[in-house]
T-cell receptor, first 116, second 112 residues
Framework: DAGITQSPRYKITETGRQVTLMCHQT?????MFWYRQDLGHGLRLIYY???????DKGEVPDGYVVSRSKTENFPLTLESATRSQTSVYFC???????????????FGDGTRLSIL | ELKVEQNPLFLSMQEGKNYTIYCNYS?????LYWYRQDPGKSLESLFV?????AVKQEGRLMASLDTKARLSTLHITAAVHDLSATYFC????????????FGTGTRLTIIP
């Protein structure tokens, strides 16, 4: 079925470790996004991508790295995890972005990441 | 910097009652989205409001947008237990950084 899938769904790791969260979409949407969700903050944009090999920072990019070699994949890497990065991470995709799109973003099921 | 505020943050209401969730934002925008999130689940798109005066309805939920007041409302009519969830509004500003900015959410609990 078409959709957006994230893996893993749950991850526990230690401070200082590198961890990569995966995101795959089958809609061929141009735009993909990574958000983190924390109590009291709603969802905050980490990074986004307008197309393969085009990425840009969002509101809270520090400590994260992204890449997009293929349209359908948008992995998020924490190069050296810290406790403050414990959160629920959501990947999303959309056909357009900003004022060029009348469609909502579609979200994956999220990855719950705990850093000890 | 765009700020999106929702109120109330928490709402408990009885089945059969009506209530309204408010979403205020701080900059010019005529693009507003409502999402629903069940506990531990993804965000589901409910409504897309793209102009001043836009009104959308789906079942017991109705959303409206007043761009001059920078306000959107999500009205719940005759609430049922299945509507228990967290509701988020999100705004794309007309100028500057055209990124979706979310409110902090309203956790709605419907009591039988």
């Amino acid at each position: 079925d078409a959709g957006i899938t994230q893996s893993p769904r749950y991850k526990i790791t230690e401070t200082g470790r590198q961890v990569t969260l995966m995101c795959h979409q089958t809609w061929s949407h141009s735009y993909m996004f990574w958000y983190r969700q924390d109590l009291g903050h709603g969802l905050r944009l980490i990074y986004y991508s307008a197309a393969a090999d085009i990425t840009d920072k969002g509101e809270v990019p520090d400590g994260y790295v992204v890449s997009r070699s293929k349209t359908e994949n948008f992995p998020l890497t924490l190069e050296s995890a810290t406790r403050s990065q414990t959160s629920v991470y959501f990947c999303a995709s959309s056909e357009g972005e900003g004022r060029n799109s009348n469609q909502p973003q579609h979200f994956g099921d999220g990855t719950r990441l705990s850093i000890l | 910097e765009l700020k999106v505020e929702q109120n109330p943050l928490f709402l408990s209401m009885q089945e059969g009652k009506n209530y309204t969730i408010y979403c205020n934002y701080s900059t010019t925008s005529d693009r507003l989205y409502w999402y629903r999130q069940d506990p531990g689940k993804s965000l589901e798109s409910l409504f897309v409001l793209l102009s001043n005066g836009a009104v959308k309805q789906e079942g017991r939920l109705m959303a409206s947008l007043d761009t001059k007041a920078r306000l959107s409302t999500l009205h719940i009519t005759a609430a049922v237990h299945d509507l228990s969830a967290t509701y988020f509004c999100a705004v794309i500003p007309n100028f500057g950084n055209e990124k979706l900015t979310f409110g902090t959410g309203t956790r709605l609990t419907i009591i039988p």
